[in-house]
């Protein structure tokens, strides 16, 4: 045949005569199905066949003359003139001997699956699916094609696609020569997804690049929903790394609205497909199961790795799958290399710097080191957090975990109270927007629609100035930048910026925070999942029951999210270390959990109370604790994620230590068995004085300068009227951190701080490093800042 070429004979290097489309669907029929990638037999009609029609017709002096010399900016223009290309060659017919090629491949194909089949039939362009221009979506594709007159008719429509106005803009912007590009057509068995599901999967996370997942999303019915983006699809994560070894790493799952599923026409309508509204039953579960995930993400890496080996580098992929709903087969239906994040640059450094300075409204304590600027929001209640417009600078006297939702869409937080280690900062420097607390005045300063500006990258001082001023964003090129000796490790509590953040140069997480995972994606006190019939309020029961739905059990749920929150941070890292620091909240914060109030004691000081290790193995919490070593053991066993290590807080005695490892162990989690290390906080002076003795339950220690500073000074850390007092770089605060580096050399066991003070300090950083601490956790916006610092310590001491 001289205008079709079967998949089984064509190659990737084909594309100038098949497109992009098929010439990557032909080199999977031949090299993977035969590995178990499912490829649903077809062929292509070449690009030959295309200017076969043109030349034919008689109609390519009038296509030149309608191409030239107008301005594509001219949308009604452009409208008019693609609107008379696509009628020129819908209107030619097709030759006889091309007509007489695509109906005998047709009918073979029909041999193969049973008389008039329905095919899908896809635009493939010879400009299409290159790795640096996908040109993805320009054409058409028309589903649920039976019998041969639909189908001739689909491919004068396919080739009238070539001029659909977007194609026509899109090669301009590429700089396409548009007769220097024809169109080929795939003609392939349908997928019966419209009795099942289909979607697109990515080999790379298409928000940071990051390149070791596997992104599948799915949604039900057939696939153009989800390729349109008319559907809010379920979405799952898959790591790469240990998915080749054998594990199960699906580390997220996005619960989709899926509301609604395109399905074939009915009867003999001239409307092949149509879309219908899901059962919300259907909506509430995900479209495919945990199994099937997997099996995609396989068969998407066989295709990478098999492409990334054609082109002799990393070659990321878009990838279409689709489930037939008869046999429950799962087929990939199209493969193209990525082209958005793939070719970005993610080694640079960002510095924020203000070029104006104004009048300074009021001032604070600076959390973040970065500028923002947006109309001021004063918000003086929780009851009125509905009021507040992402964009805005959030202005209030504290925060809690309740606000973290709001605080997730704002531009800057300011606070009247709190230090540097109180709510507002914390959660500010995860989120890595500016953040000045302890500002005493901020919400009478600053009114509602007030437009400041807040700049944190000043030095320790925050400020917050009226007006919007401008200012730049420098970046530093990281790529070949030397590692430090001493290990400069992260803090990291939001699986969201996971993925982000790991590209910064680091060797691990020091910090890995449970409790932001609890307050943002879970939302319940572990105890009220575990015992539901002691929650006393009502609407937080109807809360919890809405949350849970679609779980087996309510401890599930929390197992699961929590799971997968930590597995999210342990796989953007992996296989450098992450220790995690089981759940710390204060009785007072755990309170506020849905059913919290039900399940925790109230407290004058709950700062030193019943907190950390002491709630683990105590009746009013173990059973919450087992619940957490649940999802841990998840993160290890499931995923393959033996990085994570466990970390315990605020552990006063040894006795209690020994309490606490026998709860784990009950649990599944056994100090030395299957590589598992537990290391703890070094946080109390006891935990000093007595650190021969811990050593031999624990394997590392972390150093907590922030309640260390507390307990040795007797400051709260929270209160602002003594906030004057708090500070890490006393001599005796100091004497002990030295002490603890010292005890932990001398027993053979890791030493790490994760507190706060060498990120805001860089001469604590250099006292570390002249102590021979084993690592610093930094929070993400000063890791470089002190990474350097670090290194020149290093070069100065070895020229010396």
Known sequence: MAYVRWFADTTIDDVPLVGGKNASLGEMYRELRPLGVKIPNGFAVTAAAYWHLVRSAGILPEMKRLLADFAKEDVTDLAARGRRLRELIYGAPLPDDLAAEIVAAYRQLCAEYGDDCDVAVRSSATAEDLPTASFAGQQETYLNIRGTVQLLDACRRCFASLFTDRAISYRIDQGFDHFKVGLSIGIMKMVRSDLAASGVIFTLDTETGFRETILVTGAYGLGENVVQGAVNPDEFTVLKPTLRQGFRPIVRRTLGAKKIRMIYGSGTSKVLTRNVEVPKAERRRFCISDDEVLALARAALLIEEHYSRRAGHEMPMDIEWAKDGQSGELFIVQARPETVQSQKRLDTLETFVLERKGEVLCSGTGVGEKIAAGPARVITDVQHLNEFRPGEVLVADTTTPDWEPVMKTAAAVVTNRGGRTCHAAIVSRELGIPSVVGTVNGTERLATGRPVTVCCAEGEIGKIYDGILPFRVDRLDLAGMK??????????????????????????????RMEFIITNHIKIHPMALVHPERVADEGARREIDLLTAGSPDKPSFFVAKLAEGIGTIAAAFFPKPVIVRMSDFKTNEYAMLLGGRDFEPREENPMIGFRGASRYYD??????????????????????????????????????????????????????????????MCEIPNNVIMIDEFSQLFDGFSIGSNDLTQLTLGVDRDSVLVAHVFDERDPGVMRLIAETVAGARRNGRHSGICGQAPSDYPEFAAFLVREGIDSISLNPDSLMKISLRVLEMEATADRG
């Not at 993925?499 to 997480?509: A, T």
């Not at 059973?623 to 998840?634: P, V």
């Open 619 to 680: 009746e009013r919490y173990r059973e919450g604790f087992a619940l957490e070593c649940r999802a841990l053991l998840r993160v290890r066993r499931e995923m393959g994620l033996g990085n994570v290590i466990p970390m315990i807080p605020f552990c006063r005695r040894v006795e209690e230590a020994e309490k606490v490892l026998a709860e784990m162990a009950a649990n599944g989690l056994v100090r030395g068995e299957e590589g598992l290390e537990v290391y703890v």
């Open 483 to 512: 590692r430090p000796r001493t290990k400069i490790m992260m803090n990291l509590g939001n699986p969201e910026e996971a993925f982000s953040l790991c590209r910064i140069p680091n060797d691990g997480v020091g910090l890995a």
